[in-house]
């Protein structure tokens, strides 16, 4: 046992910030968020990791209803385009599928990538050069966490352009838009994953996911795989 470790309450927390985070995209309420707590979760998100300490993160706070709506036809254009992925009845269950909340939610949050955030040399990012987009994965989640704990809900809209997304933000040549958020405080956190309740997809077993040492190699430890049965 680590000396270093939170209380079993705090980590009881943290965990159920983790398992019960939503991807949210019909449960949003128009009550605003005020100002301390939107800050709390910029903060989060700034002290996520990033190789270098490159932060290559920006935040773009969207309420203006103009900006909402311009985004929204970007993505009923693509969501249109998407659907034609699939044919028959799998297309008929993804054109009932709600996939966005952005005029709904009270704020749309975009984190930018700045590609050329800490000049040409990051320390750390010499052979993997998209560590700058793992890094601003790391916040988003860090905001998506922060934000469960807060009673928040927050959707993230994949189905835009992002050259014409950039467009319509006005963003620099440089800088890459990886997440577009809608958040806001929600009627409901679901059970489990909309996706997985409306039978798009379930979640797959962790022990179908596990490997040792090669990708060839099985988990011999029965004692690992007992837990992983218990948890």
């Given at each position: 046992?680590?000396?270093?470790?939170?209380?079993?309450?705090?980590?009881?927390?943290?965990?159920?910030?983790?398992?019960?985070?939503?991807?949210?995209?019909?449960?949003?309420?128009?009550?605003?968020?005020?100002?301390?707590?939107?800050?709390?979760?910029?903060q989060a998100a700034h002290h996520a990791p990033s190789v270098g300490f490159m932060q290559p993160w920006d935040f773009i706070v969207i309420d203006r209803l103009d900006v909402k709506r311009a985004v929204k036809a970007l993505y009923d254009e693509a969501n249109a385009q998407a659907a034609d992925n699939y044919?028959?009845?799998?297309?008929?269950?993804?054109?009932?599928?709600?996939?966005?909340?952005?005029?709904?939610?009270?704020?749309?949050?975009?984190?930018?990538?700045?590609?050329?955030?800490?000049?040409?040399?990051?320390?750390?990012?010499?052979?993997?050069?998209?560590?700058?987009?793992?890094?601003?994965?790391?916040?988003?989640?860090?905001?998506?966490?922060?934000?469960?704990?807060?009673?928040?809900?927050?959707?993230?809209?994949?189905?835009?352009?992002?050259?014409?997304?950039?467009?319509?933000?006005?963003?620099?040549?440089?800088?890459?838009?990886?997440?577009?958020?809608?958040?806001?405080?929600?009627?409901?956190?679901?059970?489990?994953?909309?996706?997985?309740?409306?039978?798009?997809?379930?979640?797959?077993?962790?022990?179908?996911?596990?490997?040792?040492?090669?990708?060839?190699?099985?988990?011999?430890?029965?004692?690992?795989?007992?837990?992983?049965?218990?948890?």
């Open positions: 046992m680590s000396d270093h470790g939170f209380t079993e309450e705090q980590r009881a927390g943290l965990y159920r910030a983790i398992h019960e985070r939503r991807d949210v995209r019909s449960q949003f309420l128009s009550d605003p968020i005020a100002p301390e707590v939107l800050a709390r979760l910029l044919s028959g009845e799998r297309a008929e269950q993804y054109r009932r599928l709600k996939l966005e909340g952005i005029v709904e939610s009270p704020i749309n949050l975009c984190i930018t990538c700045d590609r050329q955030r800490g000049g040409p040399h990051v320390l750390g990012r010499n052979t993997m050069l998209d560590t700058d987009l793992f890094s601003t994965c790391l916040a988003v989640q860090n905001l998506w966490l922060a934000a469960r704990a807060e009673g928040i809900g927050v959707g993230w809209v994949s189905i835009v352009d992002p050259a014409r997304l950039s467009e319509t933000l006005r963003l620099p040549a440089q800088v890459y838009p990886l997440a577009y958020l809608c958040l806001g405080y929600v009627s409901e956190f679901l059970p489990k994953p909309e996706l997985e309740l409306a039978g798009w997809r379930s979640r797959l077993p962790l022990e179908q996911l596990l490997h040792a040492n090669t990708w060839d190699g099985s988990i011999d430890n029965d004692a690992l795989r007992k837990a992983i049965s218990e948890t």
